[in-house]
């Protein structure tokens, strides 16, 4: 026992100079900054805050974000069930490629996620003339706002269910299905009660990051106030009119959306590990 004491020492020691590391780092670049952006907020009083987040097109801006989330979660969480379904459960050619395709948005710029559309949706772009045609706006107009959203946000679910799904194998869908249950019932009554929680996190950060998308929506936004402003871009416009407290204060409001979305994340996986 004397002989291990040494080492133990040394290990609580590095685990200790290791936690103490992290903690200094998350000071630095997460509480400090968020803890300044609140600070500045509210400089000026409550009043001027809430005044700021009154402004017709802050609001706009607020119900556009929300509206584009309300589109592109129950989307992506679709796409993630299928594809997570189908790479884990069946066996086909060009799986890997599916995997890397999925993989793809992770690796890819926001702004060139957006040249995608400008290049196939503008006006001078493969599908623009046969668009303007028919008075169909895809570019800088809402349309793109949730394709693009949707393109940079599409792997969060299904990444989060895949590593899940091939964890539990196909023993049970095939018991299943072999006792007589059709797709359906395979899927509720086997597949999702294993998954739900995963796939409820993969929800809370598609979310998350649907509110938050700057690069991509900026480009095919075309920045017009109160019509095709989310609220990261709102928040760009008004620092860039000196509008600071303005800036800070929808800032600090989609902060507080994150702080929502972590608590959540903390919440399931806390039901999640009971459940276990």
């Not at 590391?21 to 300044?36: G, K």
């Not at 899927?187 to 999702?192: E, G």
Request: glycine share 10%; with cysteine.
């Amino acid at each position: 026992m004397r002989a291990w004491s040494p080492r133990l020492r040394s290990g609580k020691i590095l685990a200790g100079l290791l936690i103490a590391v992290s903690l200094v780092f998350l000071a630095l670049v997460l509480v400090i900054p968020v803890a300044s952006v609140l600070g500045y907020a509210l400089s000026k009083g409550l009043d001027v805050f809430a005044d700021a987040l009154r402004r017709p097109d802050t609001i706009e801006a607020i119900q556009l974000t929300l509206m584009t989330a309300a589109i592109v979660v129950p989307l992506n969480t679709i796409f993630g069930i299928g594809a997570a379904w189908s790479i884990t459960k069946f066996d086909f050619r060009g799986k890997q490629l599916l995997i890397s395709l999925i993989d793809l948005p992770f690796s890819l710029s926001p702004v060139i996620a957006g040249l995608v559309f400008i290049l196939l949706f503008g006006a001078q772009g493969g599908f623009g003339p046969w668009l303007q045609e028919r008075g169909i706006a895809i570019v800088f107009a809402f349309p793109g706002i949730v394709l693009a959203t949707l393109l940079v946000t599409f792997p969060y679910v299904a990444r989060e269910l895949i590593p899940i799904m091939q964890m539990q194998g196909r023993a049970a869908e095939e018991a299943a299905v072999s006792l007589g249950a059709g797709g359906w019932m395979t899927f509720f009554r086997v597949t999702l009660p294993g998954i739900r929680w995963a796939l409820l996190y993969g929800v809370i950060l598609c979310n998350a990051r649907a509110m938050g998308e700057f690069g991509a929506v900026a480009v095919v936004s075309g920045h017009i106030r109160g019509l095709t402003t989310t609220m990261p871009l709102q928040v760009e416009i008004m620092y860039n009119e000196y509008d600071l407290v303005g800036a800070f204060a929808v800032a600090s409001l989609l902060m507080m959306l994150a702080v929502v979305s972590l608590v959540a994340k903390l919440v399931f996986e806390a039901l999640a590990s009971r459940a276990h």
